[in-house]
């Protein structure tokens, strides 16, 4: 362990200035050092983990991995990266998302810039200077020019507060803070609380390890089928004969992916029932996330919603012998309206006398003992507690620092109601400080590096733009950021994604302000993000040097 208080300096010495402080060291912390870097810019990562790679750091979970192509799901900024780089894999696993991020750490000689294990705890905004003061939780300090937030929308994970957690004999391990020694279940009553999609993929492969693997769900969730397997060369060496063109054409897909199977453009009612069963079936059985663009209904119309919806609970009853547990792991909410599973074998484990299923939507676990879980008065035994809850997702991480803007303004006063900003980037009251992938853009609704890389470049334009005109400062004005929260929210009464409990509302986390969070549609968000650099700025204040 180190003292606390070992980097501390006093505040009489400078502090080490750089023109970027970045925080977080994850897929987006590292492309905006090295395009800040790219640009003649000093940065600094900061990061609170012992590793680089954010998310595929943490969540190591059995049966982690990613649920768009890898293809896909993967940087586009540099062709001889994507030229190089092999996966194995149609989706890649954990492992190999990791060793990707180590590479583009080693391949631009990030490393040097970033400094791991040191968590950052809070920034001033300093008005006279017009920097930014940030601090670690060790006492270390930096002054920077922009603050970068790339700490990640689903980094803060979220622990039920059940009574008693503490008092549970065996290990708990978070999906999202998994430890980095292999965890071993063989011979053990396991417990998994939670079915989105962390639990959809770790529940099968520890079901075939556990003696007995007992699943505490409180909302079934929809989960469509990877037919996940070792990447076709061919269809690989396809792609890499024109990777710019594959990009291109997913930047213009409304999630940022999925011009593999794009969406087709016709209502679910302007089809016989037997073409709409058929065309479904095709997409199921090609699987990932292209099911929800079998008709552009789905997601605006709960009728059409609903036809898709049965179409997967069809599927569920087909797959799942018992009918009782059938029934039971049968959504009612519209799919798609908390974010679609993608499994492999999720549904079929429920098959294995080793598997049990408890429904704790009617009855909440109510506490945790040694020796288990109690729930509708009755005790399940468990020697291991899986807690697959998620995340306080979009604002959680930055609501946990102490972040100051103009006059001292406290981002936790500011967003008392819910996050505000301006085009999901920046927040009126903290100038040149940039939020990557957060709420009020599209992040969460795309592949998420496509939006990494769309901030970061929009970032780095940006600072580029301040520097040629001579200003010292951008702002969001409040008149734009109430307008774009209201465009957010009005983006989203359009759709079905109001009519449920999700973690894009909030309504994961007991007294979080319920606001839809994140905008529906990748490529209007980029567009209005470019036009409004293009037009000087538009709803941003700039404050000369
Ligand atoms: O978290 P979640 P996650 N008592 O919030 C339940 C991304 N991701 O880690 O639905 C009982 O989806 C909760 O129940 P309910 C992806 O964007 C991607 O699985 O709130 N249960 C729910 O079932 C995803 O959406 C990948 O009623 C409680 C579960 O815990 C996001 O991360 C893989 C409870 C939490 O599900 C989050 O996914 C994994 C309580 N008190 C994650 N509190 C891939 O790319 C919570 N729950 C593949």
Redesign the pocket.
Known sequence: MTSPNRHYRPLSQPLPAVDLLIVGAGLAGLYMLHKARSQGLTAHVVEAAAGVGGTWYF?RYPG?????QSLEYSFGFDEALQQDWHWSER?AGQPELLRYANHVADRFGLRDAIQLETRIVGAAFDEAARRWVVRAEDGQAWSARFLVLASGP?STP?T?D?PGLDTFSGPVHH??RWPQQEVDFSGLRVAV?????????AIPVIARQASELTV????A?YAVPAHNGPLDPVFEAGIKADYAGFRERNQRMMGGFGSLMPPNAFSAFSVTPEQRDAMFEARWRIGGFGLLGTFNDLIVNPAANDLAAEFVRRKIRDTVHDPETARTLCPSHPIGC??L??DTGYYEAFNRPNVHLVD??QQ??ERITAEGLVSGGRLHRADALV?????D?MTGTLLRLDLRGRGGLRIQDKWRAGPLNYLGLMVAGFPNLFNIAGPGSSS?FTNVIVSIEHHVNWIARCIADLDASGQATIEATEAAEADWVAHVNAVASRTIYLTC???YLG??IPGKPRMFMPLFGYPAYAQRCAEVAANGYAGFKLTPA
Do not use: H
């Not at 609380?193 to 993929?201: C, E, N």
């Not at 505490?216 to 909302?219: I, N, V």
């Open positions: 969540n982690a991995r990613v649920d768009i989706y689903l979220n039920p059940f999906t999202a609380v939670g079915t989105g999609s962390s639990a959809v993929q505490f769900q409180r909302t969730s908390k974010r599973c993608v704790v939507s909440p676990i807690l697959a809850t998620g995340f997702a969460a409990n999700s973690w309504a994961n």
